[in-house]
T-cell receptor, first 113, second 113 residues
Framework: GENVEQHPSTLSVQEGDSAVIKCTYS??????FPWYKQELGKGPQLIID?????GEKKDQRIAVTLNKTAKHFSLHITETQPEDSAVYFC????????????FGPGTSLSVIP | KAGVTQTPRYLIKTRGQQVTLSCSPI?????VSWYQQTPGQGLQFLFE???????NKGNFPGRFSGRQFSNSRSEMNVSTLELGDSALYLC????????????FGNGTRLTVT
């Protein structure tokens, strides 16, 4: 069945450094790739998304890259801040209204002041 | 604009009982999807409703069911509860479905004893 792998499962960085989280998906028909951030006690919140007709997308300190050939996509956070500490989930879906969404297992990011 | 509201926040039930969880989506959102979050299995898609119709469902037993009302509010029901049903249940609303940005509620924490 469809599967999304995510690495690393935990990541610690010093404040100001960059953080990179990588995901791999199995369903070649996937074409919508969102990233969600979940803080303790809250539901996930969308931080950035990308569709398969785009290779890279940036929003201030956050960027996502997509390699459809390799079925990889990555989240890049630059100039990390303590408030970036959270669990991050990647996800993939086929982008149709009748599809299900598959989430990666999550990455717990800790930014050390 | 009010966010997604889930009630109740916490529930404690006994094995064999049934439970109903409620979700009020963002105004104007017609899609509501449900997810089970556990430490071991991560975020698992349960089902999605759009305009009162179930459009897709994940790999969960028939004990898990849901419905959506004409005002887009949704309920999820779990019958004959098992210990393994203990989890955080999240609902998310969106304009068109799981292929568009999901807005999550803060979840209902269900504990089965």
């Amino acid at each position: 069945g469809e599967n999304v792998e995510q690495h690393p499962s935990t990541l610690s960085v010093q404040e100001g450094d960059s953080a990179v989280i990588k995901c791999t998906y199995s369903d070649s028909a996937s074409n919508y790739f969102p990233w969600y951030k979940q803080e303790l006690g809250k539901g996930p919140q969308l931080i950035i998304d990308i569709r398969s007709n785009v290779g890279e997308k940036k929003d201030q300190r956050i960027a996502v890259t997509l390699n459809k050939t390799a079925k990889h996509f990555s989240l890049h956070i630059t100039e990390t801040q303590p408030e970036d500490s959270a669990v991050y989930f990647c996800a993939a879906s086929r982008g149709t209204s009748y599809d299900k969404v598959i989430f990666g297992p999550g990455t717990s990011l800790s930014v050390i002041p | 604009k009010a966010g997604v509201t889930q009630t109740p926040r916490y529930l404690i039930k006994t094995r064999g009982q049934q439970v109903t969880l409620s979700c009020s989506p963002i105004s104007g959102h017609r899609s509501v999807s449900w997810y089970q979050q556990t430490p071991g299995q991560g975020l698992q898609f349960l089902f999605e409703y759009f305009s009162e119709t179930q459009r897709n469902k994940g790999n969960f037993p028939g004990r898990f069911s849901g419905r959506q009302f004409s005002n887009s509010r949704s309920e999820m029901n779990v019958s004959t509860l098992e210990l393994g049903d203990s989890a955080l249940y999240l609902c998310a609303s969106s304009m068109t479905g799981v292929n568009s940005p999901l807005h999550f509620g803060n979840g209902t924490r269900l504990t089965v004893t």
